[in-house]
């Protein structure tokens, strides 16, 4: 199920059911046609931004007159969107900022900046198998037990899901001579995981229900959701950006119909691409969330901003001025290569 909304955008009509049948067939012609209105921002996101996001609308649209009307969904989905599919957002958001550098650009932008970063955690409830005995230490023992369902996001359109797959092989392979667990553990972890439609945000209501026991997804969506939760070794959370760590990562690699992923440290990437409608208004809302009402929103949710926003130095001289403004122009961030 796809949300598409603005906290502005109230279907009216509701008593009449010809009226609504039309108010919703417009919206819909909105979205897959014109992308909305001249003061609309139309923005796509990652599943994994919606928090943020959401709590940045009511400031954004203060400060600028203008509506937001989001699309979250997996990055390499939404890339798709634009590079497949024709449609024009204003500013696009992913959680793996290699799907532009990748896959966008130069078609269709010609810059992007790296605004945040997560890790990889484990979310429970108090009634999943084994609650009551997982720890930092066991995890590995509990989620590889035969009655044990562990969930993660499709790893074809979300970075989220290719992610989790990673953190989950990189846990068998030695980091400074030394595994976390062994091959059979990690397969039978793998052979418990279940892959179900959505983004990783869609997996906290099916994991409070009780249809999985675990789910593998951002830390930054396990800290927020008011249900226990364990934070992962660095050397399987794809959090650290040294060099060490990125040598480490990059032996994780996931083979999807979207195509190959390798592992890296995790580090999210905004643009506004070259078919944007409202590029003015798509470059305030990066420029949003270089700033500090936007870094707070990003903080709230368990997230971290990078500060200043990361531009590749060959790409600067295309950043709007706004956004520029609040960024370095830079070759890496980390052990990570900018492009």
């Given amino acids: ?43 796509f996101h990652a599943g994994s931004l919606s928090p943020p996001f959401r709590a940045a609308e009511d400031g954004f649209e203060a400060e600028t007159g203008a509506r937001v009307v989001r699309e979250p969904k997996g990055s390499v989905a939404s890339t798709k969107k634009v590079t497949r599919l024709g449609r024009r957002p204003d500013a696009l958001a992913v959680s793996d900022f290699r799907l532009l550098r990748d896959r966008l650009l130069p078609e269709y932008g010609d810059w992007y900046g790296v605004f945040a970063t997560n890790a990889m955690a484990i979310q429970y409830t108090p009634d999943s198998t084994g609650a009551d005995e997982i720890s930092r230490e066991n995890w590995w023992d509990v989620l590889a037990r035969d009655d044990v369902t562990v969930a993660h996001s499709d790893p074809a359109v979300d970075p989220g899901g290719y992610r989790a797959v990673m953190a989950l092989r990189l846990g068998a392979i030695p980091f400074r001579g030394r595994a976390l667990y062994d091959a059979d553990t990690r397969d039978a972890i793998l052979d418990n995981a279940v892959v179900p439609t959505g983004t990783e945000a869609k997996l906290t209501a099916p994991l409070r229900s009780g249809k999985y026991d675990y789910v593998v ?51 999210y990437g905004m643009t506004v691409p070259s078919v944007a409608r409202s590029p003015g208004l798509g470059a305030r809302w990066v420029e949003y969330f270089a700033t500090d009402p936007g870094r707070r929103a990003l903080r709230d949710a368990g997230l971290e901003p990078v500060t200043p926003l990361a531009v590749p130095t060959a790409r600067a001289d295309a950043v709007p001025d706004r956004v ?7 070759d890496t961030l980390g052990s990570r290569d900018l492009g």
């Fill in 324 to 330: 520029l403004a609040h960024a370095d122009a830079t």
């Fill in 217 to 267: 997804y951002y830390r930054s969506l396990a800290s927020t959701a008011g249900l226990p939760w364990l934070a992962l070794q660095p050397q399987v959370a794809l959090s650290r950006a040294t060099d060490e760590y990125a040598a480490h990562y990059a032996k994780a690699t996931v083979e999807t119909d979207a195509g190959t992923f390798v592992g890296a440290p995790i580090a």
């Fill in 1 to 43: 199920m796809r949300e598409q909304r603005s906290r502005r955008a109230v279907l009216a009509g509701a008593g009449a059911a010809a009226a609504s049948a039309a108010a919703a067939l417009a919206g819909c012609l909105t979205v897959s046609g014109s992308g909305g209105g001249a003061d609309d921002l139309t923005v």
